[in-house]
């Protein structure tokens, strides 16, 4: 019975963790046909920021409840990211899948690098760039001949600007030294700890326990799911993201305005990856890569549940997750002791990396057989 | 009038951006490359008063968070090697490149140093995967590698220099001293690549000739982070507790660490040996997961030696209050002294052949204790177990009174039992046969 018990909820533990990391990627992926590379970045970032929020609260009352103002902060930076990413980069590049791909990569390796180098000399050095060089730019931009200045901004302003930054950060790093230019990560991982009532487990049956922080991931994996079902079918802003998602033409013509609508559906669903990151930063490590141990993944439960469907991919982490368990903890091993054989075959795969294998192995397999995977959308509505 | 970015502007102005973060990396206050001048002439390892030397880690990709700090033991040798006159009256100068956690890489780097910047030796590499891809090309070119980090042996080149641990530096005084305190049944758990293989198919060769058990092992992938599976079988292996001997490597021991807290599993029913986690690694993974469980390592930063304490000191002064040493760095730093003392020895850095034979007999007062250049090319070195304390340090529990001498060829695997090494000999040679 507590072998059962243990089965089960390993399972869901898994596929709450991969549900809860993907469905920012599903709504962003389903909704907008969008393939964002840097769904794990986000939830990086949403991993990190939980660290700076942990350490914001230590030593006052709230520390042990830090992890609360962690999920609304992780909410609201990675949202506000993920509207930069939206404005800056994704937008002018919509109905391009493959160019949306390698671009939101690059985006990925970027912010990588961002919280490995990032540090005051770093802030203050882009800083005074974008200070100079877009001020210049808004200031120009108000006279009657700009045209005529444009060329002359992007290629004078930009390497004086560039110039000037950069001789005037490294001008502070001489000064100041170590305070700062050290990084405020590093690369090295940081430490994010679960709050004191989160350690620990409920203990079930002779000497097995139900961590605490699973039992945490997953309630708030429903939280998630139940607030995401609420905000699209019940507000009048998910019903326009759905419009959109369905006619985006005809959406237009009936006045929603789609480029709020789709900059509204990335922010959410960058939001949600940081939510992600606040609870992988809970079971696992925070450092640049923390990411792309997730991504791929991710986009499973993404493409095995079949694109634009919540649904899917709710079933599809499930099912994952419970494979995953199945197979790594060898519990079908035993079952089929009759053949020697067989017991030896399962074996061979009953290790956390070969269960990978065989996991993947599985979904190549199911997707021979739907390709558009377990719930794929119908009608004539999927080439729009 | 007011005109939005266009798509050209925004390439213009990214290619400007990331132009300016590059220059800025390179100028940042971090040691910087120094680029070798094409023009050098072609004997240039020594010319004028600097000897040339090259560093070869990761400064980028998955390995740069263990490499970089190794990176800095080895600047920071270089440095008071410098302050202090330098090698032969010359200065030292190194040529820093980045193997970027890649192997093929490593292999372009190292021809580059040698073939080009032709430097006296490199410093270099972290991960078995690193120096078996270079290891060729050291030979062919019959150049010198020093080799800062503990491996899993079962290897003996001529052309490296090994400062690091083998296995019976390490591994198998950890596991004689768990036997004898902590329990017979192991369970093993590590990343899946070269070194936890290696390094397990020596523990359970161990464990057999010594009448412990291993009772499971698992393998997780090199950064994978979903070890719910791991912990059940170990629960199912181990159900009134046990030792665990774990190799797991990188992020995989914070998820690892954290989830065996939750599962119940605290160290004094589940005990685990690391030999992967040092004082760096404690910081990321957190001391709550971490304390009371065990690591075993040549050098703690809490080595209560003169000097010791002298080079903590001296790596905090140049590199911030906040920061640790740890075994790899100790032993980068002590290889950067023990090639200084060869080179001094031989009266040359230019031929190879002269400072090998000179480097075999070295000691060098280290911070882990005096430690030698045995003639396998190997350094006998101290063993010591450490259990991890609150503030994130080790409480040394176990240090051997004599330096251990090392055998790069396993004694406990069939494959290689009564091998050995020894360089000085031609008739023996890398590997041959004890009598």
Known sequence: ????????????????????????????????????????????????????????????????????????????????????????????????????????????????????????????????FCLLFFGAWWFLARRPDFERLRGWVLWV?????????????????????????????????????????????????????????????????????????????????GLRI?????????????????????????????????????????????????????????????????????????????????????????????????????????????????????????????????????FPQKGRTVDA | MTKQFGRREFIILSSTAAGSVFLKACSGSTPTATTASPEASPAAATSGDVIKVGILHSLSGTMAISEKSVVDAEQLAIEEINNAGGVLGKKIDPIVEDGASDWPTFNEKAKKLIDQDKVATIFGCWTSASRKAVLPTFESKNHMLWYPVQYEGQECSKNIFYTGAAPNQQIEPSVEWLLKNKG???????????????????????????????????????????????????????????????TLNGDSNVAFFKQLQGAGMGPDKYPSMSVSIAEEEVKAIGVEYLKGHYAAWNYFQTVDTPKSKAFVEAFKKKYGEDRVVNDPMEAAYIMVYLWKQAVEKAGTADDLEKVRAAAIGQTFD??????????????????RIGEVRDDGLFEIIFSTKEAVKPLPWNQYVADTKGYGCDWTDPAKGGKYKMT
């Open chain 1, 157 to 237: 302003m930009g390497p004086l600007s560039a110039a000037i930054a950069l001789v005037s950060s490294s001008l502070l790093g001489n000064t100041f030294k170590l305070t700062v230019t050290k990084p405020w990560f590093g690369t090295q991982g940081v430490d994010v700890t679960a709050p004191r009532w989160l350690r620990g487990g409920l203990p079930i049956g002779t000497g097995y326990q139900l961590p605490y922080t699973r039992l945490f991931i997953i309630a708030l994996t429903i939280v998630c799911v139940l607030g995401i079902y609420w905000f699209l079918n019940k507000t009048p802003w």
């Open chain 2, 184 to 246: 017979k049944e192991f369970f093993l758990v590590g990343s899946d690549y070269v070194f936890p293989r290696t390094a397990n198919t020596i523990i359970k060769a161990q464990l057999e000739a010594l009448g412990g058990k291993t009772v499971g092992e698992d393998y997780i992938p090199l950064g994978g982070t979903e070890v719910t599976p791991i912990i059940s079988k170990i629960k199912t292996a181990l159900p009134n507790g046990g030792v665990i001997y774990n």
């Open chain 1, 1 to 128: 019975m507590t072998q059962l018990l243990e089965a089960i909820f390993g399972g869901l533990s898994i596929g709450s963790v991969l549900l809860l990391a993907a469905l920012g990627l599903a709504i962003v992926f389903g909704l907008m046909g969008v393939i964002n590379m840097a769904h794990g970045e986000l939830m990086m970032l949403g991993a990190y920021t939980t660290f700076v929020v942990q350490n914001a609260f230590k030593g006052t009352p709230l520390a042990d409840f830090y992890i609360f103002f962690a999920l609304i902060a992780a909410f609201l930076v990675t949202a506000l990211v993920g509207l930069l990413l939206e404005r800056g980069v994704i937008r002018y590049l919509y109905g391009r899948p493959l160019e949306t791909l390698l671009a939101t990569w690059g985006v990925s390796l970027i912010l990588q690098q961002f919280v490995r180098t990032v540090s005051w000399q770093f802030v203050f050095g882009v800083g005074l």
């Open chain 1, 242 to 374: 759905r419009a959109v998602t369905q006619n985006r033409n005809m959406s237009s013509c009936l006045g929603i305005p789609t480029r709020t609508v789709d900059a509204l559906t990335f922010a959410i669903g960058s939001g949600l990856a940081g939510v992600a990151g606040v609870a992988v930063g809970l079971l696992g490590s925070v450092s640049p890569n923390t990411g792309q141990a997730y991504i791929v993944d991710t986009f499973m439960v993404v493409v095995v549940g079949g694109v634009g469907k919540l649904v899917g991919s709710i079933v599809a982490a499930g099912a994952i997750g419970t494979v995953s368990y199945i197979i790594g903890s060898n519990a079908l091993g035993p079952l089929v002791s009759f053949s020697p054989a067989l017991t030896s075959f399962f074996e061979f795969f009953a290790s956390a990396s070969m269960a990978k294998v065989m996991v993947f192995a599985l979904i190549i397999v199911f997707l021979q057989f739907r390709p558009a995977g377990l």
């Open chain 2, 366 to 383: 280290a911070p882990e204790g005096m430690v030698t250049m045995q003639p396998n090319h190997h350094i006998s070195k101290f063993v």
